[in-house]
């Protein structure tokens, strides 16, 4: 009781020991493995006049790549988000025969090379692709248009919602739907007002991890966007490009342009996340 | 309202919940299943709350039949284990679903949701915590808010699955009695699962004592207390000495000794004497039924109870016998039991 008020409580007793330690070697990893290329990326853009900078991220091609970039990338998540958690309800709830099969297949857009992904989707679509084919009578194309960016970055996303959301919803307590129908709540009403509250921080992390992929997600997606500049190009294809070019100012201005944007997105979605939880009365 | 349970049996896979069940609970009684885990009485609850079917049988709600409707249609109230708040809403809105959840012509204006929630909980003494989340809320108050919860739909049963179990002994007591005197105030048929003996005697007006999935007695608390149906009952409900023995034409032996007991029409073969502690009195060796060596002596606040080692053909039994008051029992004494009030049970085959 008699301690120095003057010295800052930057620890508290606790009975977890290793404080020291652990945070050290917490702050160490994170500097080397993500704030050191990430300072490197400002470092070289700092090597560009302020004026050259935003002709650069200003130019019509860059904006426009980042602009499928972020927009495609949001479709997608909000499409995975959607039939992700329709995904995990089945998995979750119902007993199906070969379940387990299907639970692992979930976690092949993981573990694909996301070239081998792009080429499959690519050939899946094109107009004498097995599916393609039968869009083309309709007049719609996928392959080789924003839309087939879209497919693609829905198929890398989806692991990242289901395997979010899964835990939580088989956590949820099926008392709690119990309740909701002997109280008299219909289906459709224990859903809106009991699941979908409960799972919601979930389905936010989710979409947040399913975004945040698709932004910077390449491989899979050079190979089936076909790349017109103004149409279906993408702001890291935009990236490699110049880097081809050699010119590697360009590529950091723009490269740091999504890092920022993603940031600020990233932390939006984690207020979001933050808020719901607050609303689930979690916090004692 | 009046319940009638009729054959009802349900399977899990192999496992046998109930066995051809039949119960019939009246209007306005408070009644309680008792029974140790795996005897069923979920089961049966769940059966007639409507969250669960049975593979045959019929329930029946005032002689209709409850079984084509589903739970949201059977107006019960329930009241879960692990109460089963939601945690997304604060303790009002909780109390409030069942009145929010309506449509067409049972929606009720705002104002008469919430007249009625705050007068449901000043009835459950909670309406000062009608803001808090139920993460803010102790077990007891959490209990009382799912209490409220069930009540909100105005109920003519209400079903509660455990509802003291996870809360601690003195909490425990006290929302006992205040739920009798809740029973008593409201129009309500009410059905209670519990494992508890105590909580079972003391709540309720029925007791319906269930085994491996069937019903082994029904009766007032004294009834199954002093004249327990069977060896179960009698095992499960207070304490129990069970004493070994043998009907032989007509007359009951320990070994090839006449304990001059009553054998209470229990056909030949071996018998199970039980009895409860109290009823058992230690006297000298030689005058009484039966006779042992005391192994150790153990006291347990105000009372005492003595291990007494019977020998007999088949090898010894240790039985439990409680020590009266001013007496000093010390290990390795002879002894003799002498009960005074008894049942015979025939001996399962095993």
Redesign the interface.
């Known amino acids: 009781m008699s301690a120095s008020p003057s010295r800052i409580a930057f620890r508290q007793q606790s009975v977890i020991p290793g404080f020291g330690l652990t945070m050290g070697l917490t702050l160490t990893w994170l500097g080397l493995i993500v704030l050191l290329p990430l300072s490197a990326l400002f470092i070289k853009t700092s090597e560009l006049t302020l004026d050259r900078f935003i002709a650069i991220i200003t130019a019509a091609r860059t904006l426009h790549a980042l602009q499928v970039s972020f927009g495609l990338a949001l479709v997608a998540a909000l499409v995975n988000v959607v039939f992700g958690a329709i995904v995990v309800w089945v998995l979750v709830r119902y007993d199906f025969p070969f379940k387990k099969v299907a639970d692992a297949l979930i976690d092949i857009p993981f573990a694909l090379p996301t070239a081998v992904a792009g080429i499959a989707l690519t050939a899946l679509y094109a107009e004498n692709g097995w599916i393609g084919s039968l869009l083309a009578p309709l007049g719609i194309q996928v392959s080789f248009t924003p839309l087939g960016i879209v497919v693609a970055l829905v198929f890398i996303g989806l692991p990242f919602v289901v395997r979010t959301v899964q835990p939580v919803l088989a956590d949820l307590?099926q008392?709690?739907e119990?309740?909701?129908?002997?109280?008299?709540?219909?289906r459709v009403?224990t859903l809106v007002?009991?699941v979908l509250?409960?799972i919601w921080p979930a389905l936010l992390t989710g979409f947040a991890l399913a975004f945040a992929r698709a932004v910077g997600e390449y491989g899979s997606v050079i190979f089936i966007a076909g790349n017109l500049p103004g149409v279906s190009e993408i702001a890291p294809l935009l990236i490699v490009i110049r880097l081809e070019e050699f010119r590697y100012a360009d590529a950091t201005a723009i490269a740091t342009v999504m890092l920022v944007a993603s940031f600020l997105l990233l932390l939006i979605i984690n207020r979001l996340q933050r808020w719901a939880e607050l609303?689930?009365?979690?916090?004692? | 309202m009046t319940i009638d349970v009729v054959g009802v049996t349900k399977r899990f896979k192999t496992f046998t919940a109930l066995d051809h069940v039949n119960l019939t609970i009246h209007s306005g009684e408070l009644v309680a299943l008792l029974g140790p885990s795996g005897s069923g009485k979920t089961t049966l609850l769940r059966i007639i709350?409507?969250?669960e079917w049975p593979d045959t049988g019929e329930v029946r709600f005032d002689g209709e039949d409850a079984l084509t409707r589903?739970?949201?249609e059977?107006?019960?109230?329930?009241v879960?284990q692990?109460y089963?708040l939601?945690?997304?809403?604060?303790v009002f809105e909780n109390v409030a679903?069942?009145l929010r959840?309506?449509?067409g012509a049972d929606k009720l204006p705002e104002a008469a949701i919430r007249e009625k929630v705050n007068e449901l909980l000043s009835l459950v003494q909670i309406d000062w915590l009608a803001e808090r989340?139920?993460?803010?809320l102790s077990g007891g108050q959490r209990q009382r808010v799912a209490l409220a919860?069930?009540l909100?739909?105005s109920p003519r049963v209400l079903l509660l699955d455990e509802p003291f179990g996870a809360l601690d002994a003195k909490v425990r007591k006290e929302l006992r009695r205040w739920l009798r005197h809740l029973h008593e105030e409201l129009p309500v048929t009410s059905v209670l699962v519990t494992h508890d003996q105590e909580e079972a005697l003391e709540l309720a007006d029925r007791v319906v004592v269930m085994g491996h999935g069937r019903i082994e007695q029904v009766g007032s608390p004294a009834e199954v207390y002093d004249n327990p149906a069977t060896a179960f009952v009698h095992d499960f409900i207070g304490e129990t000495i069970a004493l070994p023995g043998e009907v032989r034409g007509g007359a009951l032996y320990f070994g090839s000794h006449a304990l001059g007991l009553d054998p209470q029409g229990v056909a030949d073969g071996p018998a199970r004497i039980l009895a409860r502690p109290h009823d058992v009195d230690l006297a000298d060796p030689g005058t009484t039924p039966f006779a042992g060596k005391v192994l150790a002596v153990r006291t347990f606040g105000p009372t005492r109870r003595a291990d007494v080692e019977l020998t007999s053909t088949g090898g010894p039994v240790v039985v439990e016998a409680a020590v009266p008051h001013g007496q000093t029992l010390e290990p390795g004494t002879k002894v003799g039991l002498l009960p005074r009030r008894y049942k015979v049970f025939p001996q399962p085959a095993r």
């Open positions: 307590d008392e709690l119990e309740a909701a129908a002997s109280l008299g709540a219909t009403q007002k009991v509250p409960s609303r689930g009365g979690r916090n004692a | 709350a409507g969250l589903s739970v949201r059977r107006n019960v109230g329930f879960f692990h089963a939601f945690r997304h809403m604060n679903f069942g959840v309506r449509r989340y139920p993460a803010q919860r069930a909100a739909i």
